[in-house]
Every structure is written in structure tokens, then in C-alpha cells.
């Protein structure tokens, strides 16, 4: 299984529907968005796939965009983090905002993996048993190359697709 990773789309729709054609090419049915989508219209783009959404410090009309997104796609999450199992992996998703937060997911060790956001910077480490992943952003402060990550749950490998 293939999962798409996402994360700071800030309303950049052309980067946006970029990644989008490279999901729909390689068939990925779940995407992963790590925060700060910003907006419902933004974030209807994304109806094809099951989304699994953690709120950002962008996203300030959550409980409209966990309508909109349970709307399109009921087998969707969105909330401020996501804990569970896809696939046989413990993966745990926030934006990143939230140190404390952040980092009690990481000291509790019980996680594969955690993909997060807000730094606008790719990532990809492995601190005690969970590997950290942030895929980087697709909008918002320009701080390197647009990108994000597909994940092979079978394979365990994490490649960063660069937009620009």
C-alpha cells in the first residue's frame, strides 16, 4: 500500500493539484496531510482520496473542515493528531505546532512512524524505534523546494517528490 504524505499547503492550489496528478498516477487512495490546508475549498480538493487531516495553526475553521472532509469522504479523520494502525505500522500524524504534544508522541516510543508539518522543511529521522517524517510543505513561507513524501507501507520507504 501506498500512503501520500502532505503537510503546509497554505491554499497554494497549483502545487497543490500538482501532487495531486502523481497521486492519481501512481493509484495512492489515502493521503495523510499534516496541517494548515487553511480552507474547506482547498481542502474538497482532496475528496478522492481517504484523508486522515491534523488541524495546523492555519487551520482556523477545523470544525467546518471536518464537516466538509466527513461530508466527502466518511471514512476519513481529522483532529488535532491521529494515533493508529494502517496497514500493520502505528503511525501517529500532527502538524508540529504543539511541542509538548509533539514530543510526548515521540517519547512514548509506541509509533513506526510520525509525520508532521509546520517547519516547512523536509525531514527524515529515526529517533529511538519511530522514524520522524516531515515531508515539507507545498505552499505558504518558501523555505526550500516544494515537495512531498509517498510512503510503501510494504517496503518501509519513504520517497520525497519535489515539485519544483
Known sequence: MQIAIL?????????LQKALRIIEDENIQTV???GDVTTTETLALLSPCKVILTYGNGDFSSGE???TLLRLNP????????QGEIDGLMIAV???HHLSQFQNLINSQQFDWIFFGHSHRREDRLQGRTRLVNPGALGGLHKEERSFCILDTQTRQILFILLE
Do not use: K, P, Q, W
Open 7 to 15: 503537510s503546509d499547503t497554505h491554499n497554494h492550489l497549483a502545487n
Open 32 to 34: 495523510i496531510h499534516c
Open 65 to 67: 473542515m471536518r464537516n
Open 75 to 82: 471514512e476519513s479523520y481529522a483532529g488535532s493528531v491521529f
Open 94 to 96: 500532527t502538524h508540529g
